[in-house]
């Protein structure tokens, strides 16, 4: 199973023009100004994300960790 820092994830959102929209909690809630809909990342900055997580995260975002 592949494992991906928070981290990496949030600064690949970022580069990819994804900026942070708003927080609640440890989830961060992610918008494109030209793609729709809305990514989310969950965890501390250190934590890894696997599994179905990571999944919906490239589903909902269009790239791939």
Request: charged content about 35%; cysteine-free.
């Amino acid at each position: 199973m592949k494992v991906v820092k928070v981290s990496k994830i949030l600064r690949d959102l970022k580069r990819d023009g994804w900026y942070l929209d708003r927080i609640k909690g440890s989830h961060r809630e992610f918008k494109h100004p030209t793609k729709k809909g809305v990514t989310t990342v969950n965890g501390k900055e250190s934590g890894d994300i696997a599994g179905f997580l990571l999944k919906s995260i490239e589903k909902q975002s269009g790239l791939k960790f």
